[in-house]
């Protein structure tokens, strides 16, 4: 278990959980400090001891061998763990070449030793810096909050109480300040070892090794490890600049919203509670007198059970909580008893009532109102829900910003990762998302609107919905699907996950992902590859619920994420997941509404109430069956999957099978007349069939116009020509525009005679011929012509 994140809603609490993960952070900034030292000392032994090389490099070696990366959270990325191991291979290499020969080796002060000292001064130096500061204003905090809760109730003395009320409040803020400073500075430090730290060894085994000549070899097996490594370095880098920005975003908003300064109910690390913080309990003396002791307490509404912690900041020491159970609450008179913003409580194990003092009297209503006292209630929380906002306006939005920077081709360098101007990309979203003034946004013109314009908007768009894409309900399982060590067990959950998303989410994610996918595709070209596009879209499409700084060091998993969806896009959004009842699969409508448009993808239908359904050779068409929804794709057309000449070289022969179409019985006795006729079967949709269930003419009105009832009408033909053994082929024109993926495949423009027309062992594809060649062809990009 690594170290816990420090969060900046801890500093608010300043309990002793969080002084005591502290101090976590502060011994391994202590141990990372003599590490360093410990590796400037070895190092110029290998410079300066000649006779003592072989000694001193194995020493050195063994340092690094022996150092563990400490991370924040319990779970690493690939890229982190390579990283985490990469002091460990540092050293191997060095014991290979200690192991051949030792010999003397010349370096430079100036590249290793010098940087490891400026690391350690300039990062563990500041933070020392930034620990002194914290310390001072803890100390100034909590004796101004001493004078300020011992000054007496009077109501004479008014402008005394005012004065008091802001010097609290002053120096509580400085002492927030400083806290969240010091818990960001550092984690930092603990991010910045990933890649500055191993940045300046890996320097020391590049110059080390190039001192060698007969280590050439050496040499070339350690610069394709090295290539892997930068690469890894450079993205762990990205990542950390994210997280820091994302980190600093949430420092300003907890420093500058008057209600972040405010002490938060269900912050800190004893989640579940309803409401904790430090409390002074009277204690009566000897002769009457009387003490205040400070403890932090915390209690849980639903079971009344009450915890008490003797504890103080500067200097405490972490005891056992006492647990008492609550009976009732009382909110104290100020007119019996001389100090302000008291309340009594009365607890089971107790005899008579404890006198309690909040921290002011806005602590004390919360307090009372937690307790059920005497003091108004007020919610505590605000109820969220799934929807997600995403309209057919958003939609529309989307669609169009997609065809335009696909349009405009997919070869710009920094595709998404360019910014566009802030001012612009907000009146693009003014004027998109306006239903008056939607339909005439034109993205024809780069002039008007310049690619990175419609790319920030995109971003925005979806940064800004009430909930992110992927849901607050879903994001903790997607982080989990990330952490899981094996791949495999990644894309499978993933997976899973996904087609958990509400339909809107699922039709949204999927035409964003199909596009980000046609990006990456051209990554040679535009240098946005799957981890950058990852880096770009992740905190957007993965917002969490609550802004914390676990959560901001989670955003390296949202990345893997998004990375995974774009890796695996066909199989995640085209299949449903394994163990999935494929009768209760969702059903994507299509979002493709404007006429004139491609279809969709092969093999789907236009209207989601026109399902698809495979029928098995040697079965009967069931009508009831037919009915049943099954996944409706709307996306772009795309090719044929890649393995489908696999998948047929590996089909089994088949056996002479009847299987009833329309209600006329047909024999077929090879395998190819077999898949043809069920990849004729599986077209026909419950509107393509009559009541008596054989195939409508063309051109019927029951189903809607277009290409579906074309599917409809090629799907009956070719039953015609099957239950009549008319071997005549068919001769169709194209409706759309289609470029084939690979050689297999037909490209042609809309309007064009594909003759010799038959049914393609691939449901959802024809075989035709066009200009001599010989090739499949979609079935719904085609109309059939007598």
Known sequence: ?????????????????????????????????????????????????????????????????NFKFECIGNQLTDDEIVISKSLSEFGKYIEKIENNREMMI?????????????????????????????????????????????????????????????????????????????????????????????????????????????????????RIYENTLRHLLQKTRESFECTRDEANNLLSKMLNENKALKPLDQSGILRGFTKQGYLYLMEKKALGTTSWTKYYCHYKKETKEFYMIFYNQVGGKLLEPEKYTLENCVRRASDTIERRFCFDVTLKEKSGPL??????????????????????????????????????????????????????????????RVVGVNSKVNNLLKVALDPKKADKVSFEDPSVWETKTITSAIKNYLRSLPEPLMTFRLHDSFIKAAKQESKTLRILDVHKYVHQLPQANFEMLDLLVAHLDRVASKSDLNKMTVANLGVCFGPSLMRPEEETMAAVLDIKFCNIVVEILINNYKEIFKNPPDG??????????????????????????????????????????????????????????????????????????????TTNIGGVDIQSSTSSSTESLTSAKSSLSPRALSDSGTPRALGSRDGPVGYTSNVSALAARFSINLASNDSTTITVITRYRCVGDNDTELSFEANQMITNVRPSREPGWLEGTLDGKTGIIPENYVQYID
């Open 1 to 65: 278990m690594g170290l816990q994140p420090l969060e900046f809603a801890d500093c608010l609490t300043d309990s002793p959980f969080f002084r005591t993960k502290l101090a976590e952070h502060e011994q391994e900034l202590e141990r990372t400090s003599k590490f360093i030292k410990q590796l400037v000392h070895h190092g110029r032994d290998v410079y300066n001891a000649a006779k003592q090389l072989s000694k001193a490099q194995r020493i050195f070696a063994k340092d690094m061998m």
């Open 106 to 222: 010349d370096a430079a002060e100036d590249c290793i030793m010098k940087p490891l000292e400026r690391f350690r001064r300039e990062n563990i130096g500041a933070a020392k810096e930034e620990k002194k500061n914290f310390d001072k204003h803890t100390v100034k905090f909590c004796q101004s909050q001493e004078r300020y809760l011992n000054m007496k109730a009077s109501k004479s003395n008014d402008s005394a109480a005012q004065e008091a009320d802001t010097q609290v409040e002053f120096e509580k803020k400085a002492f927030y300040t400083a806290s969240m400073k010091y818990v960001l500075k550092l984690q930092e430090i603990q991010e910045k070892k990933k890649f500055e730290f191993v940045e300046i060894l890996l320097s020391y085994m590049l110059g080390w090794l190039t001192f060698y000549h007969e280590g050439y070899v050496d040499l070339e097996d350690f």
């Open 355 to 416: 006198t309690f003092q909040a921290l002011s009297e806005e602590d004390r209503r919360l307090w009372l109102d937690a307790m059920d006292g005497k003091e108004p209630t007020y919610p505590m929380h605000n109820l969220k829900t799934e929807e997600s906002m995403l309209d057919e306006i958003g939609f529309n939005f989307i669609r169009k910003s997609i065809a335009a920077i696909e349009s405009r081709g997919l070869q710009e360098q920094g595709l998404y």
């Open 580 to 657: 999935a009842d494929v009768s209760e699969s969702r059903v994507l409508p299509n979002t493709n509404h404007s006429t004139g448009k491609p279809p969709l993808a092969p093999g789907a239908l236009a209207n989601q109430n026109e399902p698809s359904v495979r029928v098995l050779a040697g079965q009967t068409v069931n009508h009831a069956a037919l009915t049943q929804p099954s996944r409706n794709y709307a996306s772009q057309p795309i090719g044929p999957p890649s393995s489908v000449t696999t998948r047929l070289k590996q089909r089994p022969p088949i056996q002479p099978v």
